[in-house]
């Protein structure tokens, strides 16, 4: 091989290094740069057995109820900060998400009589993420917490079409899995606890406790 073949050589793979070089940067760049995402749970819903009260103008009569499993469901918003450079190295592993969400579960009260609870929440949550090294890149342990609002309805034993909006706060624990640069499945844990709503009755005002586990499964899309 003369010498005028050698440099072309050397020159070729200089340019096939560069170029890979600079697909290798441009791929760094389009990870990190997904800083928004979108977030599809749904899970189990297991309300806590409750205690509940009837007021009314000729009397008060406390009670007990019982909630069946149900459902839960939600979609959210977030934004991951870590490439918020101006921000200090633990703020950025912080994510911040808008949410909302749907739970149903049937109540049974004092086993005499049958009602439908539904809680719509809208909450801001404030997420922490746990990097892993060593080969466990792909998993993101992380908490959460979160406020906002949830609209309680209540249907059946004569309280049909009646609904309190009250405080709500939640704390979440649970792993992510990244599958693809841009998509994560979340397998987690939220406890969630609400002030007592309160719903109209035919003979006063009916008061119970709504304090929530759920078992949850999510997806989420990086953009």
Known sequence: MNAKTNRSLECYLALLL????????????????????????????????????????????????EFDSGVTAGISMGIELKSVEALPAPL???????????DQND????????????ASRFMANVYRD???????????????AGVGAAIIEADGIGL??????????????????RLKPDMDIH??????????????YALGDFQTEYRSHSAELGFQYSF
């Open 160 to 177: 049909s079409g009646n609904d309190d909006t009250v405080f709500a706060y939640q704390t979440r624990a649970g792993i992510a899995y």
């Open 92 to 102: 950025r592993h912080l994510r911040l998400e808008a949410e909302f969400a749907y």
């Open 107 to 118: 109540f049974d009260v004092a086993n005499s009589a049958n009602a439908e609870l539904t």
């Open 18 to 65: 560069a170029g890979a070089s600079a697909s290798a940067a441009a791929t760094e760049t389009s990870d990190s740069s997904r800083s928004f995402y979108s977030m599809l749970r749904i899970g189990a819903h297991f309300v806590e057995d409750s205690d509940g009260s009837l007021n009314s103008t000729r009397f008060f009569r406390p009670g007990s109820g």
């Open 187 to 200: 397998v987690g844990y939220r406890f969630l606890d609400t002030e007592n709503p309160t719903f109209r």
């Open 130 to 144: 746990f990097e892993l090294k060593n080969g466990f890149a792909r998993l993101r342990p992380y908490i959460g």
